[in-house]
C-alpha cells in the first residue's frame, strides 16, 4: 500500500483485516493532529479504520473526495472541504489519496480526517504574537479554515475576481 499500487490476490481480505486496523493504529498514533485513517472500497464504503474493531460501514460514496478518486487516476492529494465525520459527528478536513491495483485500476483510497480546530490552534498561537490572520485554501480558492474568522471567511469560496488566483498559479 505504501507506493500506492496493490499485489497480490488477497487485497480485499487484508484491507479487512484486524492486522490492518492495528496498522492503521499505529500510524494514527505518529500523527496527533489527525483523528481517524480510514480505507474506502471501490463502491465508497468504509472497510476499515484506526477507530474501533470491527468497523462499522459507513456509505462515503456522495462525498466528493471519493468521486474525485475514483474519478482522477492520477496521484494526486484530495482535500475536501468542511464536512461533518458520518462516525464522529465532529468537524473535519478530509485528505484524501487514490490507491491503484497493478494494472492502475480504482481499488479505493485511503482517507485521513482532521479536525479544523488542529490549524485553528496553530494560527491563534501564530496571529497571538502580530496583528495577522492566517487562511488555509485550497486551490479553487475554497476556505477550509481561517483566523480569526471575522469576516465567516470559512466555507465560502474567495471571489472569481480575487488577485489571489494569480498569485498561486
Known sequence: ??????????????????QMHLYLQERLSRLPQTEVIALIDTS??????SRGWPINSVDLSDRDYFAFARDNTGSKLFVSG??????????NVFFAKRVNGPHGEFRG???????????QHIYRALASSRKQSFALLRDDGLALVRYPDLGRLTGSRLPSTSQWYETVK
Open 82 to 91: 468542511v464536512v461533518q465525520n458520518r462516525v464522529s459527528g465532529q468537524p
Open 1 to 18: 500500500i505504501g507506493d500506492g499500487v496493490i499485489r497480490g490476490d488477497d487485497y480485499d481480505t487484508y484491507l479487512r483485516s484486524e
Open 109 to 119: 483510497l485511503v482517507l485521513a480526517g482532521v479536525t479544523p480546530s488542529y490549524f
Open 44 to 49: 465508497g464504503r468504509h472497510v476499515n479504520a
